[in-house]
């Protein structure tokens, strides 16, 4: 799971990630066109996140094309669910706090 | 977006009144820790502290009253404040047009590097929890080759 946190550490690599959530399948070239990049640095980035887990590809003639994979991403909430159930208990400490100071 | 924590919550109380309950020391001590040092002004260093999980330092980071806070706090108690090992922990006030007030919180920041796990051992058991179900999680289809 560090890698998918190293993955998602840098906001080119989030762009990608979005990008393929959003329009699925791409090619290095569709990738590199918004990001005013050359292949060779989107190709790094995309390694990265195939380290990663969070895309597969397949070839189609000569073009890699890429698909996003969420389980990664997936993994980092379910990691994240008890820190975020604890917020869960001190908020609602909060509002009973709140609220009782209210009726008094 | 993944790596980050948010919360949105409504309250009845006013703005002032639930920006007290999160800048003020001794309310902070009625809802998240049991004793807390605590001084709404950037840079300042104070801690919350339980007593069954120790005292966490933190370090606040901005503040625009009675709208934003935001601090950092690091996940190794009993030890001084490391930014590198802490998580982001920024609050927004907003008056609702209903009246009373929306309180959003946003905790950002989680790591799971290794310098990161090396503190590990000084986190809370709370963590340690979690720690055991990373390691459940890892186990299927990771399992060590019999040698």
């Known amino acids: 799971m560090s890698d998918t946190f190293l993955a998602i550490s840098d906001p080119t690599r989030r762009r990608i990630l979005n990008r393929l959530r959003t329009q699925g399948s791409l090619s290095v070239t569709d990738l590199s066109e918004p990001l005013s990049m050359t292949r060779q640095a989107v190709t790094k980035h995309l390694d990265v996140l195939e380290r990663a887990g969070l895309l597969e590809y397949r070839r189609q003639g000569r073009k890699r094309i890429h698909r996003l994979k969420a389980q990664p991403l997936e993994d980092v909430a379910d990691w994240l669910a008890p820190y975020a159930a604890a917020w869960d208990r001190r908020l609602s400490r909060l509002q009973t706090h709140l609220e009782e100071d209210d009726s008094t | ?147």
């Open chain 2, 1 to 147: 977006m993944s790596g980050v924590i948010t919360r949105a919550l409504e309250f009845s109380s006013d703005i002032e009144r639930v920006w007290k309950a999160l800048t003020d020391p001794s309310e902070i001590a009625k809802w998240f820790s049991d004793r807390a040092e605590f001084d709404p002004t950037p840079g300042s260093l104070g801690w919350l502290e339980w007593d069954e999980h120790g005292r966490y330092p933190l370090r606040v980071e901005a503040v625009e009253p009675p709208h934003r806070i935001s601090w950092s706090w690091s996940h190794n108690p009993g030890h001084e404040f490391d930014p590198e090992n802490s998580t982001l922990v920024e609050w927004t006030l907003s008056e609702r047009e209903e009246g009373g007030t929306l309180l959003e919180l946003r905790e950002s920041g989680f790591r799971t590097d290794a310098a990161y796990q090396e503190n590990q051992r000084g986190w809370t058991a709370e963590l340690g929890e979690l720690a055991e179900l990373l390691e459940g999680r890892s186990i299927p289809g990771s399992k060590p080759a019999p040698r």
